[in-house]
């Protein structure tokens, strides 16, 4: 296996875009892949919330998680990924439109919380030992909704999809992803690599023999990026391929933005109020008007109840 050029060797690009997933293919065999940069959209979300570092960091490595799965959908509704187990923190989750707009909130003990190093924590001493992770597309309209389970093995999150890539019958698929804290901005970069199917029904054995060495250099190639180069936001994604994948020949495509959006408004939180019955208004209304409060953007909103005459039309 040949070794990375040296920075002598390096094509000079313009400057690194950030928030962004790029589409990539290895000339040399059927790998197609993603990069993911991620930097002021994630300050974005975190911001939000308040939530202390550990909390931060995994919502942090679940939004860029789910904006690579993402990437490789094609659909027009949302595509979710939860975390839930009995652990100090019961619940996170992080969704993405079909616009790449993600957000991401969690459900914690802020007092067991505390008490973990995220540093050095696996994932269960977070999550608890009966934790999962959800994948979970959602078309919109009449379409059937999927669901994929795995349940929590690894210290981070691109381990846990590992465990799930190698238990599914999808196509191969391995990742790596990190999470860094670059003063006191979050950042999260990562590189996903999926070896496609071939086109012939009938593969001869030769093909098919070359196809997994590809597979095996390619997943050994990506295994070499290092923490640093996944999260400089100085580093153009093009020249992290460069360095990478020089010998298999990269192609590239033109990269697609990341925005953090919210879908909550005053409209649904007026249909989801108009199924309760009126007790359970009467129960949540202050001097007139129910507060609620958006847990994805921490939107708060002061919502007059519905009458009886709505709730009947």
């Known amino acids: 296996m040949s070794k990375k ?3 002598e060797t390096i094509v000079d690009f313009p400057l690194p875009s950030d ?4 589409t990539f293919q290895l000339e040399s065999s059927s790998i197609r892949g993603r990069v993911l940069k991620i930097g002021s959209v994630l300050e974005e979300i975190i911001q939000k919330h308040g939530y202390p570092e550990t909390v ?3 919502i942090a490595e679940l939004t860029g998680l789910s904006l690579l799965l993402a990437s490789i959908l094609k659909y027009d509704g949302v595509f ?9 923190i019961s619940m996170m989750v992080a969704d993405v439109d079909a616009d790449n707009g993600v957000r991401a909130c969690a459900t914690f003990d802020a007092d067991k919380v505390a008490e973990i190093d995220y540093k050095k924590a696996q994932l269960k001493d977070f999550f608890g030992e009966k934790s999962y992770l959800a994948f979970t597309v959602d078309p919109g309209g009449d379409m059937d909704r999927y669901q994929g389970i795995v349940s929590l093995e690894g ?7 590992d465990h799930y890539f190698q238990q599914s019958e999808q ?3 391995t990742l790596k992803l990190k999470v860094k804290k670059l003063g006191k901005s979050w950042r999260a970069g990562g590189i996903m690599i999926q070896r496609m199917p071939l086109d012939s029904k009938v593969v001869q054995e030769e093909v098919k023999e070359s196809g997994d060495e590809d597979w095996s250099r390619s997943s050994i190639l990506l295994g070499t990026v290092t923490d640093e180069e996944l999260t400089d936001p100085r580093l153009h994604e093009n020249t992290l391929l460069t360095r990478l994948f020089h010998e298999e020949g990269v192609r590239v495509y033109t990269p697609e933005p990341i925005i953090h959006t919210c879908r909550c408004s005053e409209r649904k939180l007026d249909n989801v109020l108009a199924t309760l019955p009126l007790e359970d208004l009467e129960h949540i209304t202050i001097d007139g008007k129910i507060e609620i409060k958006c847990e994805f953007c921490s939107k708060i909103y002061r919502i007059e109840p519905p009458q009886e005459t709505d709730k009947k039309s």
């Open 155 to 161: 210290a981070s999150l691109s381990e846990a999809a």
């Open 171 to 173: 196509l191969q698929t």
């Open 19 to 22: 928030n962004i997933v790029q």
């Open 56 to 58: 931060n960091y995994l």
């Open 5 to 7: 050029p040296t920075e």
């Open 80 to 88: 979710t990924l939860q975390l839930q187990g009995d652990g100090p």
